[in-house]
């Protein structure tokens, strides 16, 4: 402990020197998520993160998370420096939508109205018309689907046959998954509710139609936690990564939080889902990045002006 806490004065330290400020997704450890709130940053989901790098007067960001929402940062703040812990930290649906196959997927389709969901490359949102996080997917959709638009969807196939399902929308679906959020189990889930008859249920839409369907709440990282202190109940089942748990645990500190499972019930949390590359952000890399000003996310001029549009427009719709 003594050790951590000097690690983490060092790095408080380096951040007031650099001019530099943390921005931070829920999965995060949660020292990061502490440190970011203790030094006046941001602890988020990715929508918040996003419109955070704006407002923050900060000539670095900090973001840790995975690389869409670094590259986001630096989209919309090409004036700033925005470094990651570790740029290698990826995310499964980004990797599984490659920019060049994405594009012959929306060439094929011209008439479509593309819309792409943040969890992907710079190159794949300069060839989108809209950017959604999945906190604001169903209303963008909605406002689409009224005027009449059809839909080209990309990568999670998963949230996109739930937007389809709640908005009516004419949709063809890239077919992408979280790994994270795929390994829940809808029988398994069935089982634990039976043992936990008043537990709300709270499911990110990444999840499964069989978990997304037993969901009392289905939302965004923020619109979850908001959820575990607005709800009268006393137990929930979480179906996400169990780093939100950090949050919910601060906010709510007397509700019971059981992890949606993965596996049998009865598994331990060695299968509680946990993003391995969110868990690539750690203190040590964070002051490693600090200290050398590598890790720094860079995005070639042109893709970024193409993809600051849709991802402006978002950030517009949501206001
Ligand atoms: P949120 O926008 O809900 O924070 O989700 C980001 C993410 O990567 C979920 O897996
Ligand atoms: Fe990507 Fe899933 Fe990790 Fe979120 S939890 S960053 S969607 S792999």
Known sequence: PQEKAALKAR???LLTAQDAVLVAHYYTDGDLQELAEETGGLVADSLEMARFGTTSPARTLVVCGVRFMGETAKILNPEKRVLMPDLAATCSLDEGCPAAEFAAFCDAHPEWCVVVYANTSAEV??????VVTSSIALPVVRHLHERGEKILWAPDRHLGRYVQQETGADMLLWQGACVVHEAFKGYALEQLRRLHADAAVLVHPESPAEVIDQADVVGSTTQLIKAVSELPNETFIVATDQGIFWK?????PHKRL????TAGVGATCESCAHCPWMAMNALQ???QVLVRGDQEVLVAPGIRERALVPIRRMLDFAE
């Open 258 to 261: 059981i992890a949606a499972p």
């Open 11 to 13: 790095i408080r330290d």
């Open 125 to 130: 949102k300069a060839r989108a018309d809209w």
């Open 285 to 287: 890399n964070l002051e």
């Open 248 to 252: 919910m645990h601060q906010l709510a």
